[in-house]
């Protein structure tokens, strides 16, 4: 299977091509952010799915921040640019999962663990942040978390 580093520099070219400058540009910064993560101090100079899968949920997010801020600052042409980029790294994660999925997932997780109430969060979310990495956003598994525990009280 290719990895995310290789499809995204192919993506570039084909962007470069296209004359896309959002995609191009969006597509340059994740490459930078991948390059830097694998030249990291401490690194071994390879990249798992896993890590780059982070890294493109934590520029999604600085990128709906970024917009976030530029239409309260009243600049919605900026504001718009960012989520268009977000839109782009997006393309790179694999499919999120729908509140239903989310929801039966999170179940399965406190039956598994034993929770009995939101005292048993720190637990739950544990297993819960590593089994669902990369499937939803991290805000929404804790979101679920808390809901379904304090169901069961």
Known sequence: MENLYDKVSGDIKTAMLARNKVALEALRGIKKEFIEARTAKGGDGIMTDEVAIKILQKMIKQRKESAQIYSEQNRPELAQNELAEAEVIEQYLPIQMTDNELEASVTSIIEQV???GPQDMGKVMGVASKQ???????RLISEKVKELLSKQN
């Open 132 to 138: 669902l990495a990369g499937k939803t956003e991290g």
């Open 114 to 116: 034993g929770a009995k």
